[in-house]
Structure formats: structure tokens, C-alpha cells
């Protein structure tokens, strides 16, 4: 290229970037003063919470009944600075026209979620014992409790659900998903944090499990890698979008077992007791004690070089 | 073990490491002028071209109308010179005998496709608009645009995914396959960066797709996690080399939707406005307006406590 | 809320937290002196790892002939020194009750398990040659055998399993466990290390594929992203717990390929030169050449507005 | 020691130092929504600063006269973002019991002295392009203005010196002092921003090198390391705390030179083209025109093995 | 030069580096297995230090009287294991022969030190309180104490001599010369550990200073920039090597102010109460209460063009 | 101020400082693909060298008979690339007109450049280790002499220096400087790079210490901190510019020790043997074997309350 013509034409891609017609439908405006969420912070306070919930696994707390106090003091008092900041990000995501009251109530509102999100972790962390639990006596490969919470991404993707349904259930928006969406990326477990889900929850493997926002799921279920609890079509109001805040996901009971990659959809209801077989597409409810399998592959004959 | 047996030991196997038998086909050679692709840079990269496209999300960009060119402006310039390295890079990755003239001569080159490739800039941001608006319409629990392209792993899929056909289109060799391998990474979206695709493209959680070099995909179409384009078994030359550059992955059209784990194989045609349910096996072609089914499952009885 | 009320409040939290019997069964207590393992430590030995394996690739290891052995000295140096106390730090996880002469034996454990550990390098580099043969004769789209090491992520987890196996196999706890998550974290693909793998072995995209802790996987196969081999149901003993060290996945012989997405349980053999379609559910043996498909789909008529 | 014994030993330091008696005198309260001064941060303010006045030299700016406006704009505003926060945090360092609305004054009040500062931004260029020439004229070691504005310790000392006195001026507290001993630390040229300094000044190496706050020094002045600016011994009130702001310290006027180690004390004059020889104590003024020296050494002997 | 020259003129440098020879008067032998002090965690150390003794001013310590404790718990537990790694590595820098009790030993030592020096902290607190307000009564520019405590080059110094002589008498060797290294390459002022200091100390500016090692420093003493404590020449043994631990700097009585450049050798004593004028040069004792100057300059003409 | 207004005036101060006339005495012009020479590389480049003179100290070389050449080859080979490259910006600092043909042929001078520096490192660690030696028999504190190399920061200096000079032997430009003032930066000891220094070289505590461009120092010269060897006034060419590379600072021949704080100035001669007292200003020679000191004090009475 001749000289000189490469700053030219920089230049005018420049320009046609910054054109507002070309960047107004994907572009977000936000007050100067007012904070956007932060992955790498929202990052570091899951890392807290994991020190918080589990002592002596992750961080650098001692557990000496003399000293542990010192540890989640600080570490509690850290994330409450923390996450009060990032919960109003949260709170101002779509407040680019919040006058300075507005935004002073919003900055008290995620102070007092703060402090109720807090005064919760006791009863996550008892909740998170039930599942450390599960994923122990459920799979003959572990060597002891110690070494699922160390390592089990299951436990990791669970231990983010539980904070963000947490979250989500004290009305802060978007931060709860961006802390589910964490772990997916991570585990490759995909947990609406509006799931409701309930104790001694296990997942073996996991990657490509899907759990919908309206999904329902008992005690006691465990589930294989690549599961979905999805939806079907949903309906869409007069101009062509979806109606929000449908029930369209499954309703799992108590003691269920679902194998890899079955996908179950809709309001549907998988009864107590049940065992769901991999690879299954299950679209209807089944009663309590069913064992429900794919139908039987066929044997096309036998190899001839042909491939499939 | 006994002192000064351990240097004995470790020497012995430095020694076997390094004879040229035991590395020479592990290992790669080039000019020590010649830099190597550096995922860490391609990762910036990445970063950067998000936070052009999308202003005011990613990175620091201001978007008041006065400034909003100044940081576009650093961002492209910025651009071009990292990316400018690296498609060198992926020019030279295999020209270990490459002489002085020839490299100049992909230098050159490297920085006319990084300018071909920024001047497709605006026409990628509006393809991408259109997926935003495809994944906001396609699921109730989205709440805004702002939070499909803040939080969703198919909107950083499918980005990368379209930086990276570009790319390739211009003839980049290597760089497009990093650039879709940090996708999957990422979001356990493995999108071939050769296949074509249309607008309105959306994948909802996305872990585990797959989609093929030669794929073809309409407008408007969304697929789920898990679903795979793929190839059946593929002819192999004299020498049983695979050959390469045939047609071998699916053909979508318009308006389809696929569910979640469907295995779509060969060089089929999909017709438009087509459903695919979740699990399916399909290794033929089906006509528009098809609606596709896995075979119901058996319901085999009831729980006796032996499980499967 | 009222000033002075959130100190309180936050106070109660932490005394909560630091009682004793609500942190119990989730703390962990180890000796001040006992390291834990490190998961960023662990990552810099497989890094460094690759960069021996593979020189050239990856790091900034010169191959001329004159240097190489230099890079490897100074790798395979600093790999003992950072292994060594993985190993060690491994061999004390749960040993907090260890006295001084324990650990002090436990360290020279972990110094010869480690030289023996990387005495076995060579071999492993081996090995992984064929995979990386295997991996580019198997896929069409590869373009050299440099690309397949440098980007395809099959590789990577293929390599972090054949480091875990040796690891476990010299009897280390923990460590090859942490190896092999990060490389399910980073590709979707979950192989035990305790699984057993022939040579030419290749994995195609990867995401969602689970091996399990007792499969046999013989030489020459091929699998596809979702494929499990994983177990039925497995029996408890008289407390409820679940029987360890049953031989419970599946044996793969020879030359065997599995589509994407085949959920494959329980002890059953693959016979060689078999070819599993995707999708499907196998709990039962199956003889050599066989060729395994899902029942053939329903198409259950044409699209009439309502979806599935 | 005894087992237990080290965990009783530091509980009974912690105590101590936690009792409000131990550590009143020397600790600093302050709100916890108001942020204390960061020397990270103005450490990179400072770096910008001198990426907008020195373009080309430090940071990545561009200085192609097509795009040097977007690197200044964008440095600009990232320097009124971060600037504006250290101001404020220099307004509230001593504002504990400040009240919601004085914040928000402080705030405001920071938005405008930042905007005023940079505003100076072009006069400070045009001062500091002065320094550079009267350092480049006044050694004959220097190859070009440019190597003297990349490498020369004086003018980093003084343009932190130009930066932090006109932020003094502008009623900044705490933030000049900490910029000027950035400076202090990096280069041991220690310049009160108080003091006010003419155009085309220069210091040769400058290690040692204090002026004091109530300086004044002309335009064309040259001094070398070790000389001090100072004050002789200063009132007390009847208190004995010293006298604030008082004027204490030389009046040094235009084309004087003070060479090494020279300590010039106290409200005294030195007056225009003097030269005051190096080690020289003095504590009176000098006309103007004068050649001052120390004493002529004593030649004690010649050496007998003894030393001195 | 001609290709695959550069090689060989590196291989051969590098041999003749690596002969024995070569190195072996400049190298350091240790056991692989004891560690080497780290100036980077002793920088750790010192900084966690000023926390622990400044709360609120640095690091993240909140100040609340509900809170403290667990700061202070966390910081000094910290404390405790960092130092005592840094103590053994000091212990160990010279034992490249120990064996495996000696160092056992060494490492129980270690313990036991660091547990002395941490109950040392209150005492430490007390005294750099006094040289805190020694430090704001003496310079008129103090705005207050929290200013010197957060900007002051002078109290950094004097707070890592106060912890490197605290050291150095409980028997540390190497560690405490690190960390007064570290204040005097930051702050330029040099004070030996071993030097002895009363309380209410103060350095203004600074740069320069040098403190030796067998000084003796009153209470109330002043001292300004690049004033020197130092040592004449000192006696050899009968091989030529300066005989270690005779005492050779100057003891400075109570009350006593040096201006700056006063250089002070030799074992002398400067009365109580005296002030020493900046650039003498003092090798006498004086008695109390007298005011030293230096000899009258000459003042040697007006400026006639030729400079000096 | 006003909403809106804020913009405004940054915009018209980016506009101001992004004129040409604004900026243009005080940017660096230079080709986009010519690289500015980076510190931050430099100073890793400084720290390797220590680490290969030096071995064992810094860094984590083994010292093993057995391994030691795989650490020296791995530095000197990475050291190879780092300089070259510096070199090569350090030679293209002033060359914004080079054409393609020039860029190249100082590549290859920078190569050529690098590798006989290399070549020098043997000679350079002999004259390092007589400085140790020296520096160890100089001072009654040293306790060793890895404690010399470890810590002291005169051997950080000296060390610099003779990298510095050899660099600047070779031809090399601005590089040297950037090293000389690393140094000084940390220490407060400022040698050019052009001086000679003769072996056994050592300087006691060192700030402040100055030794100028043309100075010519001896074998077994000691000199302590704040001595200046300075040019005085120098001859100005009829442009009134400095008149480059006259003998312009002292000659200090063998044996000589200089005390603290003199500053001796101009091409005078300091004869073997001698010795000069601290704080002297000399500008005429001395003959071998003098003793010189300060004129003695004044004692101008006791205190009588009014200080200096």
C-alpha cells in the first residue's frame, strides 16, 4: 500500500465508527459517576465467599478456633465493601437518567441488601454441607469430603447458584446472573439463578447441564453431565416477544435421578423416586417410582467400511 | 535415595529430552526474528474489538457523542498494530525457510489484511446487532438488550466467531482457529471459523455445540446447547489421508430451530422454518416445515431399587 | 437503615460463622507448616510441562541443536523443584494429625516419586505423538500437525490426562485429580486419571465428553464431543455408602469410533472396529464390527405455528 | 517452645495492640465511603501527565498529526476521571465527621479544580519545554533535548514540581505533597510545591538537592546535587509548636549557580548572575554579581599511614 | 556477521561462564531445599508491618473500635508466618553444610525470634509515636501528624530502623541490613541497625543522611539532610582486614541539632544541647550546649564571565 | 459548574494541547515499527546480568557443578535477545528518515554489538568480584562477602556502571545512560557511564555520590557518599552552546580515599595515596601522599536560645 494511505483509511473507519447511527443500538450510556459491574471484582468476591463458607480450603484463613474469628471478621467485613459496590452497579445498570436522590437511595437500598445477603451465609453454608454431603456418597470415585470441595466443579457451580438465587432473591438484578455465568464458564453447568432447588443437590461431571429460571427441583436429585431442564416454544404477546415470567421449565420431586444428556422440557412434572435414562427427550410428566429410557438403538448390521 | 543421586537421574533424562530423535516430531522450529502467535495478545485483542463494537460496555471507552471518537480512534489504532503482529505471525508460523525478502513481503501483507479487516469493522457490528436483537427476542428471561450483550456466552461466541471468519475469508491462516478456540474455551461453543451464517443467529447456553467447516446456516435461526453440525465418516485419499475441502457438514435454512443435544451429520439440507427436537440423531435431509422427533422413550416400569 | 446498626449487625454474622458448629463439616485444618496444594502452582508445572513435550510451541525454549539442551535442563530443574512440593503438599493433605519423622519421610516420598515421574517423560512424549498423529489424520480441517499441537484442545486435555495418569499411577493423591479438572475446565472434556488409554488416541471438539475412573480404552479410537463412558448404578454397602474401586465403565477395544453425544454405562465392552452412532443409550455389550444407531427419529408432521 | 504456647503468645499481642490506648495516637479514622489518597493511583496520574505533555516519549501515544487528538483526548479524560478521585480524597482526608452535603460540596469542588488544572496543562508544557532547554544547553554530556526529556532525573523531578504547585495553587491539600515525594523517592530531589520557581531551570544530578517551601528562585538558575534551600531555626508560639507561614527560606534571583553541596538558610537573598562554589554554609545575603567560596582547605601534611 | 557464527561466539561464552574457575569467587552455594531471604516478601513484611502499627493509613484496615481486632489478628498471624520463613532463610544464608538437625534447629529458632520480636510491636508503636510528633513540632510546613505519618520519607526510615534493630538484637543476621537497605534506597537515608536511637528522633529530608553502625543517638535529636555519623579510618588486624566491632561512630547527646552536609566522624561526642552548622567537618568532641559553624567563606570577587 | 460545561472545556484544552505548535518542541517522532527502548526490559536485562555474574544470589539458578551450564545458557541466550533489541531501539532512538536499508543494517550492528558485550561478561565478573573484595575489606560491618553482593548498593551501582560503560565502549546510544540512571535512581549514586575506573573500586553508603563523564579513577580508590567528581564552568562555542567532549572532571589516581561530601571539580589531578577530609571543596591538584581537610570550624559560642 502506498504510504500514507494506511492513516487515511484508518481514519475513516474511524469516523464511521463513531457516527452515532452506526454504534446507538449496541452502545450503553451511564452516568460518569456511577460504577458498571466488574467481572474481575464480582471474581474476587466468590473467591471470598468460598473462603467465608469453607475455612482452610481456599485463601489463606486459619482455622484455629483461636484465630478464626480474626479471619471471617475481615474477610466479612471486606466483602460487605465489596459487594455493596457491585450490587449498586447492579442497582444502576439502566439508571442513566437517575437524578442524585435516585442515586442516593439506590446506594442505601444496596447497603441494607448487602447486609440481608450477608446475614444469610450461615444458611447457605449449611445448605452448601448438605450438597458437599451428596456429592460424597454419590460418587465411589471420591476419597473424602474434603476432596469434592477442593475440586468438584459441581460444588463450585452450586456453591455460585446459591449465592445468586440468593441475590437474586433480594431484588438485585444482573449481578446474579453475571456470577452464574461465571461458573458456567468455568464448569460448563449453566444454573438460572431463579431456580429453585433444594438440599442434598448433586451434579456428577456436568458439563452442559442446563437448568431453566422457572425449573423446580426437589431434595436429593442428582444429575449426569449435558441435562437440560428447559423449555418449549413459549408464547408471544402481541408484537412478537416473549411473554416474561411464564413457568416454562420441569418440576423435579424428591430423589430423582436423571442420566447424561437427557433433555426434559416444559412444565413438566418428573415424580418422586423417578430414574430419567441418558439421552432421553422427555416433553411429557412421568409419575413418581417411573424409570423412563431412550428407546433401543439399532444394531444396523456390522462394519463394512463404509462408515456410518 | 541416596545424595547426589538425584542430578545423576535428572541429567540422564535431560539428556534423552534433548536428543533430537526423541523431540523431532513434538517440536517446531522457526527464525528466531519470527515472533510465534501469542494467545495472551489474540486475547486482547479480542477485548479490544469488543470494546470498539460495543462502546460503553467493555473496557473504558466514554460514549458522550463529544469524545466518543477519541477512544475508538486509540482503540483502532491500537488494533491495528497488535493485530498487525500477530497475522504476521500466523503468516510466518510455518516458514521456518523463509528469506529476508519473503518475510518483508508477508509483512506487508499482514498489514494490509489488518486494514481489510477494520474495514469490515462497522458492516460486523451490525451483523451482530442482529443477533443481540435474536437472542433478546428468543428468551423470555432476558430482561434488556444491555444484559444479552454485557452477560450472554453466545453474544462473546458468536463475536468471536464473526472476527474470525473475517479473518479467515482474508486468508489468515492460524489465528481464526485460536481466536474460535478461546470461544470454546470460554463458553464450550465450538464454532468452525470457515463455516457461513447468516443474520438473527442466536444459540441459547450454548455448552457443547458444534458447528462444522463447511456448515451453512440461513437467517434467523437458533440452535440450543449440545447440538452438533458434524460430519459422518469422511473419504481418505490414497495414502488414507482424509481429503480435505469437501462439503461435509449441514446445510441450515432459514428459521430453523434445534434443540438441545441434536446430532445433525453430513452433508444434509435442513429446510426452512424446520424443528428439530432436542437428542435427535439425523443423518438425512429433511424438507421445510418439517418437525423432527426423537422416537418415544419406553417407559420400563417402575422403581424395584435397582436402579438402571 | 439506622446509623451504628450495621456494625452490629455485621458482628452477629461473624460470631455466627466463627462458632465451631457452623463450620465443622466444611473447614479444613491442616498443619501451619503443611503447604496446601496450589491450583496456580499446579498450572505453571503443566505449562511447563508442555513447553518440554513440545519445544518450540509453547514458552520461549529455543530448538536449535546447539541450545535445546540447555532449555531442558533449566525446565526439567525447575519442574522437579515446583512438582516435588505439589507432591509433597499433596501426600500431606490430609494428614493433620502427621508427627515431624511422617512428614519428614513424606517429603523424601514425594522427592522420589517425582524423579520417577519424570523419568517417565520420554515415554509420555511418545505416546502423545501418536495422539497428535491420530488427531491430524482424523480431522479434515487440520492443517499441520503444528496446529493440531498448538491449538486443538483434545490435546491439551489429553496431555494434562496422560500426566495425571502417571502421576496416580506412582500412588500421589490429589494432585492428578486438580490436573485433570483444569483441563476440564478449559475444554469440556473430563477424562479420570485413573482411566486406562491406548495409543493414536483422539477426542473431536471435546466439550461434554466424561470418561470414567475404571474405562479401558484401547488403541486407535476416536471420540466425539457428549460421549460418556460412565457407570450404571452402583451398589452401596451396609451403611448406605457407596462400594469403592468396582470396576464399573465400560472397555473399549480397538480401533473403535463413538459419535457425539452416546451415553455409554456401565462394566460392557465396545468391541474393535466398532462405530457407535450419536445420541445413543448403550447399557449392554456389544460384539466387534458392530455398527450401533438411535432408533430411527419420528417425523411428526409439518410445522403449523405451535412449536413442540 | 511449648505446643500452644505461640497461639496464647500472639492472642495476647493482638490484644494489646487492639486497645484503643496502644494505638489512638497514631491511627486514622476515616469514613468508609471516603476514599484515602492512593499512591498507586497518582503514581499513574503522574505517568499520564507526562504521556500528554511529552507526547511520544512515554506510554503508546501516536504522534501522527492525524491522530495525536484522539491519544490526548483520551488521556485527558482518563486524567480528569482519575485525577478528580485523588482530589477529592485529598479534601476528605481530614473530614471524619463531615456530613452527607459537605461531601457532596467536596466533591464538586474536586470536579473544578480538576478541570482548572488541566486547563494549566498547556502553560505547564510550555514552562517545562524551558527546563529541557536550559538542561540541555547547561550540559555538555546531553546528545539531544530528546535524550534529556527520556532520561534526565530533573525533569521528572520538576515536572512533578510544576504539576504539584499548581495543584497547591489551587487549594489542593496532601495530593502536591505526596506527588513531590514520588519524586523525592525517585530521583532524592526533595522541592517543597509551595515554592515558586521561574522558567529555564535546571539541576545537574541532583541527588540531595532541598528546596524549601517558601523558596523563590528566578528565572535561568542552575543548581547541582546536595544543595539546600533551607531555614535556620524558626519561631515557636507560646505553645512552642512553630510558627506556620512564616517566610524562611532564600530568595535565590535570576542566572545564579550553586554549585554541589552548597547550604544556603534562612529569609536571606542571593542576588542576580552570583555563583556560589560548592560546601559552602551561608546564612547572610550576597549582592548580585558575587563569586562565593568556601575557605581554602588546609593541606595537613603528607601521609604517614595513619588516615585521618 | 556470517549465519550460524552468533551460535558458536555464544556457546563459547557460555562455556567459559560456567568453568568453575570462572565463578566460584562470586557464587552462592545453599541447599535446595532452604530458601534464599526475599526482598520482595520482605517488602511485604515491612508494609504489613506499618499497618499493623499505623492502622487506617495503609493497606485496607478498617478502624472501628467493633473491628480492629480482627485486622490486627489477621496482620500479625500474617506477620508471624512470613516472617518467620524470612528469619530462617537469614539464619540459613551461610549454612550451606547443615545438616538436617542443625537446621531443624535453626527453624525452631526462628519461630521463637519471630515470636520476640512481634511482642516487641506495642513498644515499637510507642516510640515511633514520639518521633511522629517530634517530626510534625519540628517543620513549620506539617499540616498535622496524619500528613507525617503518610507522606514523610523521614518516618518510613525510621520505622524500618526501628524494626531492623529490634531484629538485629534478637540475633537475626542479614535481614535487618535488607530491610534498612530498602528505606535507604527509597528514602536515601542510610541508618545502620546496629545504631543506637532514643526516642522523639527526627531526619528532615533526609537524602544523604548516613547513620554508622556503632552510633549513639540521645533523645530530641535532629538531624538534616545528608548529615554523616561516620567512622575515620579503623585499625587492621595482622592480615590487612578491618578489625570488626570496635566502636568508632559518634554518640550524640539529648536536645542536639546537625544541619545540613555536617559531616561527623570518628567515636566523639557531641554535647547535649549543641548545634552543629550544616557542611562542617567534625572530627573533635565538643561539650554541651555549643554552636559549631563553618569557617566564613570567601567571598572571592564579582562574576566577570569566567565562572569558577 | 453547569451541566454540559464540563465537556466544553476539555475539549478545548485536548484541542490546545493537540495543536502542532502546542506539542512539537517537546514529541518524539519515530517510525511506528521502530521501538522505543523500554525500562521496564532494561531492567529485567540488568537483573539477568546480575544473575549470570553473580550465580546463585539472585534469580533461581542452581550452582550444581552438574546443572550450572543449563542456567548460564538459558540467561545469556535469553540476555542475547533482550539487548539485541534494546540496542537495536537504543540506535534508532534519532533515525525517524531512516529508509529500509539503514533500519536493517543497524539490526545487524545491534546483533554484532550484543555479542561482543557478551563476549565481555568474563572480564566484566573478573573486575566485579575485585570491587567485592574491596568493598568487604573496606568495611568493618561487612560480615561477608555475600553479604556485599546481596545487599550492598554500591556493588548495584558499580555493577550497573560497568555494564554501562562497556555498552557505551561499543558504541551504543542512550542505552548506557537509561542504566547509569537505574541505578542512580535506586542508589543515589550517579556515575557516567563515559568515566574510567580503574579495579578494587568501592564507595562507602553512596548517596549523593557524582562522578562525571570525563573523570579518570584509579585502582584501589574508596570514596563515600556525597562526593562529587565535577566539571566547573565550561567553554561555550560562538552559538553559546556547551562546547562536547572536553577533559572536564579530576583524575584521581591509586590508592586514594575521599571523605564524605567533598566536591572536587575540574581536570585537576588527586595524586596516589592521598587522602581527602569530607566536605572539602578542592579545584587544584594535589601531589601524591597529601592529606586535605576542611579549614577548621568555628565555635561561635554556646546556646543561647536563638538557634543559628
Redesign the interface.
Known amino acids: 500500500?502506498r504510504y500514507m494511505e494506511?492513516?487515511?483509511?484508518?481514519?475513516?473507519?474511524?469516523?464511521?465508527?463513531?457516527r452515532?447511527e452506526?454504534?446507538q443500538?449496541?452502545?450503553?450510556?451511564?452516568h460518569?459517576d456511577q460504577p458498571?459491574?466488574s467481572s474481575r471484582v464480582l471474581g474476587e468476591i466468590v473467591d471470598l465467599l468460598r473462603e467465608?463458607?469453607?475455612?482452610?480450603?481456599f485463601g489463606?484463613s486459619?482455622?484455629?478456633?483461636?484465630?478464626?474469628?480474626?479471619?471471617?471478621?475481615?474477610n466479612?467485613?471486606?466483602l460487605?465493601?465489596l459487594l455493596r459496590q457491585q450490587i449498586y452497579a447492579g442497582l444502576c445498570?439502566?439508571c442513566k437518567m437517575a437524578n442524585q436522590k435516585d442515586l442516593?437511595m439506590r446506594k442505601?437500598k444496596a447497603?441494607?441488601i448487602t447486609?440481608k445477603f450477608?446475614?444469610k451465609?450461615?444458611q447457605i453454608?449449611r445448605l452448601?454441607?448438605t450438597d458437599?454431603e451428596a456429592a460424597y456418597?454419590?460418587?465411589?470415585?471420591a476419597?473424602?469430603?474434603?476432596?469434592v470441595?477442593?475440586?468438584?466443579?459441581a460444588i463450585r457451580a452450586i456453591t455460585n447458584y446459591r449465592i445468586a438465587h440468593a441475590l437474586l432473591e433480594l431484588g438485585v438484578?444482573?449481578i446474579p446472573?453475571?456470577i452464574s455465568?461465571m461458573a458456567?464458564?468455568?464448569?460448563?453447568i449453566?444454573i438460572?439463578p431463579?431456580a429453585r432447588i433444594g438440599h442434598h443437590f448433586t451434579i456428577d461431571?456436568g458439563?452442559?447441564v442446563?437448568i431453566?429460571?422457572t425449573s423446580i427441583i426437589g431434595n436429593h436429585v442428582k444429575i449426569?453431565?449435558?441435562v437440560?431442564l428447559?423449555?418449549?416454544?413459549?408464547p408471544l404477546d402481541e408484537n412478537?416477544?416473549?411473554?416474561?415470567?411464564?413457568d416454562?421449565h420441569p418440576i423435579v420431586e424428591d430423589n430423582v435421578?436423571i442420566?447424561?444428556?437427557?433433555?426434559i422440557?416444559g412444565r413438566i412434572r418428573v415424580g418422586a423416586?423417578?430414574?430419567i435414562?441418558?439421552?432421553?427427550?422427555?416433553?411429557t410428566s412421568?409419575p413418581p417410582?417411573?424409570?423412563?429410557?431412550?428407546?433401543?438403538?439399532?444394531?444396523?448390521?456390522?462394519?463394512d467400511g463404509?462408515?456410518?
Open positions: 500500500m494506511y492513516p487515511r483509511r484508518l481514519k475513516d473507519v474511524i469516523e464511521e465508527l463513531s452515532e452506526s454504534y443500538s449496541v452502545c450503553h450510556r451511564h460518569p458498571m459491574p467465608i463458607i469453607f475455612p482452610g480450603y489463606e486459619s482455622t484455629r478456633a483461636e484465630s478464626i474469628r480474626y479471619y471471617q471478621g475481615v466479612v467485613e471486606k460487605y465493601e445498570f439502566d442516593w442505601e447497603a441494607e447486609l450477608i446475614e451465609l450461615p453454608r452448601l454441607a458437599v456418597l454419590g460418587d465411589p470415585a476419597q473424602s469430603t474434603a476432596e470441595i477442593f475440586c468438584y466443579p438484578p444482573l446472573r453475571i455465568e458456567h464458564s468455568e464448569t460448563g449453566d438460572h431463579r461431571h458439563t452442559g442446563v431453566g429460571a449426569y453431565q449435558g437440560t428447559g423449555a418449549k416454544s413459549f412478537g416477544n416473549p411473554i416474561k415470567g411464564i416454562r435421578i442420566y447424561a444428556q437427557a433433555t422440557l423416586n423417578s430414574i435414562g441418558g439421552n432421553v427427550w422427555l416433553t412421568v417410582n417411573s424409570k423412563i429410557l431412550q428407546e433401543k438403538y439399532r444394531h444396523s448390521g456390522f462394519m463404509d462408515g456410518i
